[in-house]
C-alpha cells in the first residue's frame, strides 16, 4: 500500500475532487501500462492535488540543436 494518501493521478476518487491529470494515460488510476507501482503515473504540473513539490528543470536544445 501507497505512503501517499491521495488517490492516483485520473482515478474517479482523483477527478471528483479536482484533478486534472490524464486519465486515459493513467489507465484511469491504475497508472502508466495499467501498472503504476511498477510504471509511475502521468501528472500535470498544472494539477493542484498531483502538481510536483519541487519544480521541474527541462533543458531545451538551443538553435543548432545540440543541448546546452
Known amino acids: 500500500m501507497s505512503a501517499d494518501p ?4 485520473g482515478s474517479s476518487e482523483a477527478r471528483a475532487i479536482g484533478c486534472i491529470c490524464p486519465v486515459i494515460d493513467n489507465h484511469h488510476g491504475r497508472g502508466r501500462g495499467g501498472d503504476g507501482e511498477r510504471y509511475g503515473w502521468y501528472m500535470r504540473a498544472d494539477c493542484w ?8 528543470t527541462v533543458e531545451l536544445a538551443d538553435e543548432e540543436g545540440s543541448h546546452a
Do not use: A, I, Q
Open 6 to 9: 491521495k488517490p492516483h493521478p
Open 49 to 56: 492535488l498531483h502538481k510536483p513539490l519541487e519544480p521541474v
